[in-house]
C-alpha cells in the first residue's frame, strides 16, 4: 500500500509494522519514510507525528490492514473482544492523527456470516469519532486493476464529516482468461505477460547462495512487464524514481526440488492443483491464484504456498512472485524466500492501492505532479537481517515465536501474545 500511495502522488511520511524483518524490508525500499518496528498498541498519534518530523502538520490519509478475528460473542460487541484490540487502534490512531482520509483494508471473509457483526460494528466504530464511510462497502479485484491474479480483499474508504467522500474505483481491466467483453476496457494482463521475459533463475548457480545475479538474459517484456522494468514512459507514475540496476536479477534464489516433485509438476495441467503438495499450477495465459503468505511462527512456521511455473517444473520465485502481484523490479524484499514469500503474500498489490489511492487524491482537490529527483535505495544490510538482527537496528525486542532462518528455532520473548501483533499503519 505505501508503493501505491505514493504512486499516486502521496507522500508517505510514516509506516508502523511490529516484525522488524519486515520493517526493515519497507525501509529499504522507502529510505525517507519513518519505519516504526513497534505494535501499534500504546502507540500514539503524537509519537508517529515526532518520528515522521511532521509537527502539526496535516494528515491526509491513515491506510492499513490491521489483523482481527471478527468471531460472534453471544451478549457482547465483537469489537470489545480483546483478540480484536489492533482494530480499535486502528480507529484511535485514525482519531488521534486527525486524519482527513482513512482506508481499511482487509479479507473478504470479514462481509461473510457471522463476521458481517464485526464489520458492522467496525463501521460504527468510524462513525463515533466523527467519521462518514462510503456504503455499500466494496470487495475489490486487484486481477480487474491490471494484475495477474485473482485477490479480493475488502476495502472501507471514510472521509471526517464536512469533507467529499471519495468514490471506489471502477475495474480498469477485465481478468485474463475471462470471457467477459466490456465496452472501453481491454484483457489485463496473463501469468505469461508476467513472468515471460525474466531469465530462469535455475539457468544460475549462483542463485543457489544468494537472491540476485547480474544478467544479459532477459526476454522481450510485454507491456505489463515492460512497465514494471520501468521501461515506459508512466512505469513510477507519481512516485520518486529509485536509483537501481536494471540488469541484475533480484530475488530469485533457487528453489530445491526432488525428481519425483518436478515429474509430478510436469504432470499437473496448468489451473489445477497438483494433489501431493496441493501447489496450484499457473495457466500461460490465465490468472494467477491468490497469492498467500503461509503461516507465520506461532501457526507452525509453514512456507508460503508459491504456485508452480506454467513453463519450468519448479515454484516461482520471489521475484515472479512480485510479477504476479505487481511489485516493480526495483522493489526489493528479504533475501530469504520464507520472509520474502511472506512479505509478498501478505501485501496489497500496488495497481489495486494505487487506484484506491488515486480516489482519495481526487476528493482533496489535489492535482499530483511527478518528482523530478530520484532516490537512492536503502542499505542492502536491510534485507539480509535476520530476526534478532532487524530486531537489534531498531532497537525493539525480539517478536514473541521469532523464527530464525539459520536453525529454524524459534525464539519466544516474555511479550503479551495478544498485543504482539500489529497492523501495518501508513500514514500520508
Excluded at 303 to 324: G, K
Excluded at 341 to 347: L, T
Aim: glycine share 8%; hydrophobic share 40%; with cysteine.
Amino acid at each position: 500500500m505505501s508503493l501505491g500511495f505514493e504512486q499516486a502522488g502521496f507522500d508517505v511520511v510514516a509506516a508502523v509494522e511490529y516484525d522488524p524483518v519486515h520493517a526493515a524490508a519497507h525501509e529499504f525500499n522507502f529510505p525517507r519514510c519513518a519505519t516504526i518496528a513497534s505494535s501499534v498498541v500504546g502507540l500514539s498519534g503524537a509519537q508517529i507525528r515526532q518520528a515522521a518530523g511532521i509537527g502539526d502538520a496535516r494528515v491526509d490519509v491513515v491506510f492499513g490492514g490491521p489483523p482481527c478475528q471478527g468471531f460472534s460473542l453471544i451478549g457482547q460487541r465483537v469489537l470489545d473482544d480483546p483478540r480484536n484490540a489492533l482494530v480499535r487502534d486502528y480507529v484511535r490512531i485514525v482519531r488521534e492523527l486527525e486524519a482527513n482520509y482513512f482506508v481499511f483494508e482487509n479479507v473478504k471473509g470479514l462481509t461473510l456470516g457471522d463476521q458481517r457483526k464485526f464489520l458492522d460494528e467496525i463501521i460504527a466504530a468510524f462513525r463515533d469519532i466523527g467519521y462518514n464511510v462510503r456504503l455499500p462497502w466494496r470487495v475489490l479485484n486487484a486481477a480487474h486493476f491490471g494484475v495477474p491474479q485473482d485477490r479480493e480483499r475488502l476495502i472501507l474508504i471514510g472521509a471526517r464529516r464536512g469533507l467529499s467522500l471519495p468514490d471506489y474505483p471502477v475495474a480498469s481491466t477485465i481478468p485474463a482468461g475471462s470471457d467477459l467483453e466490456l465496452q472501453g476496457l481491454q484483457h489485463g494482463p496473463t501469468c505469461e505477460d508476467a513472468l515471460d521475459d525474466i531469465p530462469d533463475a535455475e539457468a544460475f548457480e549462483t542463485l543457489t547462495d544468494r537472491d540476485w545475479v547480474r544478467t544479459d538474459r532477459w526476454g522481450t517484456p510485454s507491456p505489463y512487464a515492460a512497465e514494471l522494468r520501468c521501461q515506459t514512459r508512466e512505469s513510477w507514475h507519481f512516485g520518486f524514481r529509485r536509483e537501481w540496476e536494471s540488469a541484475i536479477l533480484t530475488s530469485s534464489a533457487r528453489s530445491e526440488h526432488t525428481d519425483i516433485s518436478r515429474r509430478r509438476f510436469a504432470e499437473t495441467l496448468a489451473g489445477r492443483v497438483e494433489p501431493i503438495s496441493r501447489l496450484f499450477k499457473l495457466p500461460r495465459t490465465g490468472l494467477a491464484n491468490t497469492l498467500r503468505a503461509g503461516s507465520d511462527s506461532k501457526r507452525g512456521a509453514f512456507t508460503s504456498p508459491r504456485p508452480i511455473h506454467y513453463r519450468f517444473n519448479r515454484c516461482v520465485t520471489v521475484r515472479e512472485m512480485a510479477r504476479l502481484h505487481g511489485f516493480p523490479d526495483w522493489f526489493r524484499f528479504h533475501v530469504t524466500k520464507w520472509h520474502g514469500a511472506r512479505q509478498i503474500g501478505n501485501a496489497v498489490p500496488p495497481p489495486l492501492a494505487r487506484a484506491i489511492a488515486s480516489h482519495i487524491l481526487r476528493a482533496t482537490g489535489t492535482t499530483p505532479t511527478r518528482p523530478a529527483e530520484i532516490v537512492p535505495l536503502g542499505d542492502t544490510r536491510l534485507l539480509e537481517m535476520e530476526m534478532s538482527q532487524a530486531a537489534a537496528h531498531f532497537g525493539v525486542p525480539v517478536p514473541i515465536g521469532a523464527r530464525d532462518r539459520k536453525s529454524g528455532a524459534r525464539k519466544r520473548k516474555q511479550i503479551d501474545i495478544e498485543r504482539a501483533r500489529t497492523p501495518r499503519l501508513l500514514y500520508a
